[in-house]
């Protein structure tokens, strides 16, 4: 119902900035809610960021507080995270999340590595 599309992942440095996209289609009308996570080699997938469909919410964990943010062009059907001073524990495959009633969408994942 809902397609969810990320790009914008490759290799960044230490301190540097990277962002990254998501496109939904399919049902956009349900989607109330859409979010990034995070998923490192042998660790658990962990919140990043959200933000509300209408952009007057947002989430942040606080690992990344002060230096990524949410945004959206609904225009567009898209969701970015701007991520500015990386770091090496930054490194994951960051999925996008859209909560939809009744039903949750992910996206395939893009690679983020940080590292000289």
């Known amino acids: 119902q809902v397609q969810l599309v990320e790009s914008g992942g490759g290799l960044a440095q230490p301190g540097g900035s990277r962002r990254l996209s998501c496109a939904a289609s399919g049902s956009i009308s349900r989607i109330y809610r859409m979010g990034w996570y995070r998923q490192a080699p042998g660790k658990q997938r962990e919140f990043v960021a959200a933000i509300s469909w209408t952009g007057r919410s947002t989430d942040y964990a606080d690992s990344v507080k002060g230096r990524f943010t949410i945004s959206r062009d609904n225009a567009k059907n898209t969701v970015y995270l701007q991520m500015n001073s990386l770091k090496p524990e930054d490194t994951a495959v960051y999925y996008c999340?859209?909560?939809?009633?009744?039903?949750?969408?992910w996206g395939q994942g893009t690679q983020v590595t940080v590292s000289t």
């Open positions: 999340h859209a909560d939809v009633p009744g039903r949750d969408s």
